[in-house]
C-alpha cells in the first residue's frame, strides 16, 4: 500500500499527477517539489498570449493556491539534487530529505546551448520559464532588429509576436525549411509564406557563427554565408535536451531521456518517469522516443497516476500539438516521419487546410491550420482502427468527419 508519492517537477506532467492521483483517490502524501519559485504554470503562452501581455502570471498557473491546500498536495520549492534508492528519499536543496514510497521523474528537459561566441553578451535569450519570459519582454519593447536563431515552434512564434509588435525580426535557420522535425514540407512552406507576409525575413541553409556586441550588450550578428545583420536582441531556440542527470547520478537506466518501460516505470520500479525527460517506448512511432509536448506530458501524468491508484495500463495516447503564430493555429495529431504521400483538403489562400499524411496507404497523421473540426476528427481516427485510404481523401468533397461517420 502506498502511503507518500513524491514528484520532482510541477511542471505540466508532474501537477497533472498530482491532480490525477487525487482525483482517482489516492489518500496518501503528495509531495510536488520544484527549483523554480511561485505556484505551478503552463509554459505554452510565454511565447504567445503573455509575451503579447494578453495574460498575467496569474493566467499561467495551473490552479490557484487554494486547490493545492484543498487536495493536500505539499508544494516545496528548491531543486531535487539526489535520489537515495536504497533508502528511498530524496534530497532538496542537499539538505532536506523526503521518504517515499514511489517517486515520480517530470523533471522536464532545458535548453540546448547555442554554440558561438557571443552568446553569453546581454541581450541574447532561450526561453523557458517564466524569469526568461519576463527578461525576454522587457528587452523586446525596446528592442529594433531582432535575430532569432532556429525556425522551430518557439522561434517562430517569438518572431510572430516581435513582427507583430513592429520589429524587424530576422530568423536564421540551419535546415532547408522550419520546423523540420515535426510538420510536412507543405505546411512548412506555408509558415514561410505567411511570416514573409507579415514582414519576417528567413534564411534558411545558414547558422549564426558569431554574435557581436560589448558592454551594452549584443549589437549585431555574423551569418556561416559572412552576412552581419544589426542586431539588439537574439532569441535562440535549438531544441532541448532532457533534465537527467539526477536519474544518471541515482542509476537509473538514460538515453535520450530517462528510459521507462510501457507503463512508464524506470529500470527501478519504485520510479516512474514522464514529460519532456522521458524516453518511451511509442506504438505509434514503433520505437522509443521522447515527446516534448503538453499532451504527451499530461496524459503520461495520468496514465502513471492510474496505475498508482490500481488502474495499471500501458501509455499508449495518440501524440497532438498545437503552435500558434500570427493569426495562424497549427494543429498536429499524429507522428509524420515517414510519411510517403500528402493529401491537402481545404484552401491555404483562405488560411484554413489540412495536410493528411500517409504511410503505406494508412493516415498516420493530420496538419491542420485553422480546422478544428479537421484536427478534432482526426484524433478520433488515429485513435482508432480504420484509416481513409490516400486516393478516397484526394477524391472530389472528401471530408474527414463524413468519412468518420461512414465508417464507424
Ligand atoms: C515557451 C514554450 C512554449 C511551448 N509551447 C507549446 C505548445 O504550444 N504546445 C505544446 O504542446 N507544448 C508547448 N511547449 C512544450 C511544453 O510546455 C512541454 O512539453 C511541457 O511543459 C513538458 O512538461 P514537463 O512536466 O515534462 O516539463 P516542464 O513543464 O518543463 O516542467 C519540468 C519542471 O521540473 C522542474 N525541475 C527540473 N529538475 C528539477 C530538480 N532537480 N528539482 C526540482 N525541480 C526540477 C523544472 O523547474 C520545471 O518546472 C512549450 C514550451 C515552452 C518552453
Known amino acids: 500500500m502506498l502511503q507518500s508519492i513524491v514528484i520532482i517537477g510541477a511542471g505540466q506532467a508532474g501537477f497533472q499527477t498530482a491532480a490525477s492521483l487525487r482525483q482517482d483517490g489516492f489518500g496518501g502524501s503528495i509531495t510536488l517539489i520544484d527549483g523554480e519559485p511561485g505556484m505551478p504554470y503552463q509554459r505554452p503562452p510565454l511565447s504567445k498570449a503573455y509575451l503579447l501581455g494578453k495574460t498575467d502570471v496569474t493566467g499561467l498557473q495551473f490552479r490557484p493556491e487554494k486547490f493545492f491546500a484543498d487536495n493536500r498536495i505539499d508544494l516545496v520549492c528548491g531543486n531535487a539534487t539526489a535520489i537515495d534508492r536504497t533508502n528511498r528519499r530524496v534530497t532538496v536543496k542537499d539538505t532536506q530529505a523526503l521518504p517515499y514510497d514511489h517517486l515520480v521523474l517530470a523533471t522536464g528537459a532545458h535548453n540546448r546551448a547555442l554554440p558561438v561566441p557571443g552568446a553569453d553578451l546581454d541581450g541574447v535569450f532561450g ?3 517564466l524569469a526568461d519570459a519576463d527578461a525576454l519582454a522587457a528587452r523586446l519593447a525596446r528592442a529594433r532588429d531582432v535575430i532569432v536563431a532556429g525556425a522551430g515552434f518557439i522561434g517562430l512564434e517569438f518572431a510572430a509576436v516581435a513582427a507583430m509588435k513592429g520589429k524587424r525580426v530576422h530568423v536564421v ?12 514540407p507543405e505546411t512548412a512552406a506555408f509558415f514561410v509564406d505567411a511570416h514573409r507576409a507579415w514582414g519576417v525575413k528567413l534564411d534558411f541553409g545558414q547558422g549564426l557563427a558569431r554574435i557581436e556586441g560589448g558592454a551594452d550588450g549584443v549589437s549585431g550578428v555574423e551569418l556561416t554565408n559572412g552576412t552581419r545583420l544589426a542586431a539588439d536582441l537574439v532569441l535562440f531556440g535549438i531544441g532541448v535536451l532532457p533534465n537527467q542527470s539526477i536519474a544518471a547520478e541515482a542509476g537509473l537506466d538514460i538515453e535520450n531521456g530517462i528510459r521507462v518501460d510501457p507503463f512508464l516505470v524506470t529500470s527501478d520500479e519504485r520510479i516512474s518517469a514522464i514529460g519532456d525527460c522521458a524516453m518511451f517506448p511509442s506504438q ?13 506530458a499530461a496524459d503520461q501524468g495520468r496514465t502513471v497516476a492510474a496505475r498508482l491508484t490500481g488502474k495499471r495500463a500501458p501509455y499508449s495516447a495518440v501524440p497532438w500539438f498545437w503552435t500558434d503564430q500570427g493569426d495562424l493555429k497549427l494543429q498536429m495529431v499524429g507522428l509524420s516521419q515517414g510519411h ?15 495536410v493528411l499524411l500517409f504511410h503505406r496507404g494508412r493516415l498516420i497523421a493530420v496538419e491542420s491550420v485553422n480546422r478544428p473540426g479537421d484536427f478534432m476528427t482526426a484524433r478520433k481516427i488515429l485513435a482508432g482502427r480504420e484509416s481513409p485510404r490516400p486516393e478516397e481523401a484526394a477524391a472530389d468533397g472528401f471530408d474527414l468527419r463524413a468519412w468518420m461517420a461512414a465508417n464507424n
Do not use: Y
Not at 284 to 296: D, F, M
Not at 340 to 354: I, K, N
Open 127 to 129: 526561453l523557458k520559464n
Open 173 to 184: 535557420e540551419l535546415a532547408d525549411r522550419p520546423m523540420a522535425r515535426a510538420v510536412s
Open 284 to 296: 505509434h512511432a514503433g520505437a522509443a522516443i521522447r515527446l516534448e509536448s503538453v499532451q504527451n
Open 340 to 354: 510517403d504521400a500528402a493529401v491537402r483538403l481545404g484552401d491555404p489562400d483562405a488560411r484554413s487546410f489540412s
